[in-house]
């Protein structure tokens, strides 16, 4: 399925563990030694004394994410306030070529702010300003430290609702970064569909909007796609600093389910024939038995430990119980069970909240443990066979690793639970983590479905996209940041 | 609304009319005297001899598009039978630095193959093979040649279509080339949200997938969004000869309906409501007047001439039956009558036949005329004041144009019926298309929702995209194509 020569170069490259990123770290110090203190006061003269810090708790705060990579810390932290901030420390690092990384909300899974050569941590996710919403328009503008969950706050009253959902309560701008996706975009697609115009800073300070200011057109055909280029950029190419993007009604009627199989296969084969059929779900995850246990266990749920699946619906009543009908039938068809509907707003809440806490769910399986996530993407048609062939593995290589999906966009992860001052089970998980990119690229699909590349599979791009591909994106790195110093390290090979 | 001094520099603009085009022809000889006999002999042994083309009647052929801009010829037509072919012509004129011109089906708006500068048209329709259907994930892959209409036939029996389609049968890759949209784009998205992957062969010969070679997942954060960056960039960075594109499910049931209004704003409200209830229609189109009565003279109709909406409904019986409901409800509050149903899918065939060839019958207005099309796309809040102001324009400027629009998406078009050897009538034109422009992106719009920039609308794009969203296009485009070989004088201002 994959040569025997590129399988020995990701174990070499993933048995590196932590001394690999101990060296770069130390790499790093030449470059970090021009955040000098005259260059810190720079910094303090454009944002203000309090809004720059050098202390170590806050440095270590913002050197790393969620995921299992090591922290490495940032030279400085600034806290910007504006965009002219931004655009002013942007200038300054580019003139003085220093490291300058975008921090949203730190939650996300690759790495994605980890300081890797130290260099200025630019925090904007004290800009908290909802601009506008255009709710006749189904659309709003939001600064880049709104989270997901405050749009949704701010908005309630218009009965509308922004649905991409990742679980963790990210910046909206932090998102587009990313491009982020989640239980819904099965239904309401990305970031990539979501986002109509965005306010950028580039590398030397330059603000733009890339649909120009002010333009919230549902589509466009004026010049190149410049918000899709940006949108999973993660702080490569510029800070983004504003976002306009797509909102919905909040749906007539809602309904969620949940539903077990007697195997694996008949539960994703399930998902298959739900998106064949065209019926419009709005989530469909999938879970294992064993994340069904860590489920059960650490939310108080008592549910079948079965390959299982998560279902909701969104639409107008008749179309919700069409939806629901169809879906049944299909199930039943695979042996599913135990169908249990959660009709009221509490009971849905509940399951929706213990979904999204699964992986601290899956970590709680292991004591000391902390989380190792990844996430690969497929053509749902091989999903069956991607996820069979990985719980192959995972039984192989005598891993605990649940396995939960959105499964109907053919996208699914692995929650590791691992000790991460365990070198040798780290080593272990980051194999099989390689191990399951390889697989899903062979089956056609992708290394990721959401989570980004960030630090975690920057080996793995050039795989997925070809030498031709790669150039390509640095062709695009190197004209926009000649310098290299927006979050270097991140996407494109060491 | 919009600054004199804009206005004044716009009319500058198109008061240069022909002559301009003619400049930029002549200024052009010196760049084409690279194409020397000793360089078409070298075009022939690349695709053989039968493939190139020097006979003016080829040239001119395939020296315009469908749009009023005057032709302008290429010095060598080739016909590219594979992308081994693409790839040695593109890195011959890379080498030589001579203008290459991609050209698929030819039915462009916006004068996007006219050869500006000379050099070579590279004829890559007669590439014509559907690569692969992936029916159970509804997506396939087709060569550059193939059109929509060929394609649809070719998958007919899946139970799928391609639902994109802006009228002409344009070809799938020029359809990603210019970011096409049309009828259907309210309900299945643009090219934007269809293409999964393509192949491209850059300026110097390169070909890469955007999303790597053989992938084809529902979404991928892998590195940079090469996909939607070439969609849409007009054959200036790169030449998209396969596109592995999104099919959907043929909807069970398929309805369609006409109704009428007192007023354009009862029309445009209808729809803005409509769309605000959250109504997943397939296709809402907007005819004024002026559109009915062409239609009616062209197509052998008998409508009532006044303003018209358009609709069709896709889904299970029940769900097109409820929509069906909710628009009629909201078209009689808005004094909507003479509801039209065409169940049958004769009657639906006629009718949008009939709405597809909207264009021609609007040049059937005036005898000896020939089509001067634009098109515009706001939010469709401001839909109803940018309809009614443009209509008060036309009426004071006492110009034939009939609009018709894809205003569920915001977006709409003037067909102007012209006589193009009739100088001061185009200068006219192009004033009010300007205008039209103007209006529209300073009601947070766009200058072109999906005829693309082109030849006619450069001037418009600092406009809408600023200065630094102009420079950023430049950035990509210098870095793709250091040499400016691919479609010179498109999209950038002269």
């Given at each position: ?86 655009s002013k420390v942007a200038k300054l690092c580019n003139d003085n070529v220093v490291p300058l990384i975008p921090f949203g909300s730190g939650t996300g ?136 993007i797509r909102l919905y009604g909040i749906p007539e009627a809602t309904l969620s389910a949940v539903v077990h199989f007697p195997s694996i296969q008949e ?154 001052d365990h070198p040798e089970a780290l080593t272990k998980i980051k194999a099989m983590s390689e191990k399951m990119s390889l697989l899903a690229m062979e ?52």
């Amino acid at each position: 399925m994959f040569s025997q020569k590129f399988i020995r170069h990701a174990l070499l490259l993933s048995s590196r563990g932590k001394s690999g990123i101990r060296c770069r770290f130390r790499s790093t110090q030449a470059i970090a030694e021009k955040v000098t203190d005259g260059f810190v006061e720079d910094l303090r003269s454009i944002v203000g004394k309090a809004n720059v810090s050098t202390a170590e708790a806050v440095r270590d705060q913002h050197g790393h994410d969620e995921s299992y990579h090591e922290t490495t810390l940032p030279d400085a932290v600034v806290f910007a306030q504006s965009v002219e901030h931004v655009s002013k420390v942007a200038k300054l690092c580019n003139d003085n070529v220093v490291p300058l990384i975008p921090f949203g909300s730190g939650t996300g899974l690759e790495g994605g702010i980890n300081a890797l050569k130290g260099g200025v941590c630019l925090d904007i996710s004290q800009m908290k300003n909802v601009i506008e919403v255009n709710a006749e328009d189904f659309d709003c503008t939001v600064e880049s430290g709104v989270t997901r969950g405050e749009l949704n706050s701010y908005i309630r009253d218009t009965g509308l609702n922004f649905p991409v959902d990742p679980g963790a309560d990210a910046s909206v701008c932090g998102m587009c970064a990313t491009s982020a996706s989640g239980t819904n975009a099965v239904r309401y697609g990305t970031m990539r569909e979501n986002v109509l115009n965005m306010e950028v800073v580039l590398a030397d300070g330059t603000v733009l909007w890339t649909a120009g200011k002010n333009k919230r057109s549902r589509k466009t055909s004026a010049g190149y796609n410049l918000t899709n280029l940006f949108v999973g950029s993660e702080g490569t190419l510029g800070i983004i600093t504003k976002a306009t993007i797509r909102l919905y009604g909040i749906p007539e009627a809602t309904l969620s389910a949940v539903v077990h199989f007697p195997s694996i296969q008949e539960a994703v084969d399930t998902t298959v024939q739900v998106m064949q059929c065209g019926v419009p779900i709005a989530r469909i995850e999938f879970l294992d038995e064993a994340a069904i246990d860590a489920f059960n266990k650490y939310s108080k749920f008592d549910m079948k430990v079965a390959p299982s699946l998560f279902l909701e619906f969104h639409g107008s009543p008749s179309s919700v119980e069409e939806q629901k009908e169809v879906v049944e039938e299909i199930a039943k068809m695979n042996n599913g069970s135990n169908f249990k509907w959660a009709t009221n707003a509490d009971e849905r809440n509940r399951l929706w909240k213990a979904r999204h806490e699964i992986v601290y769910a899956c970590t709680a399986l292991v004591p000391g443990s902390k989380p190792y996530s990844t996430d690969v993407c497929v053509p749902i048609s091989n999903l069956p066979a991607v996820i069979v062939q990985t719980k192959e593995m995972l039984k192989k290589e005598n891993l605990v690793g649940p396995i939960v999906g959105h499964v109907g966009d053919g996208n699914f992860h692995i929650f590791f639970p691992v000790d991460h001052d365990h070198p040798e089970a780290l080593t272990k998980i980051k194999a099989m983590s390689e191990k399951m990119s390889l697989l899903a690229m062979e089956m056609h699909g992708t290394c990721t479905g959401e989570h980004g590349i960030g630090m975690g599979k920057r080996e793995l791009l050039e795989k997925e996209v070809g030498i031709e591909g790669l150039r390509a994106m640095q062709i695009v790195k190197n004209a926009f940041d000649p310098n290299q110093i927006l979050n270097p390290g991140k996407i494109f090979p060491v």
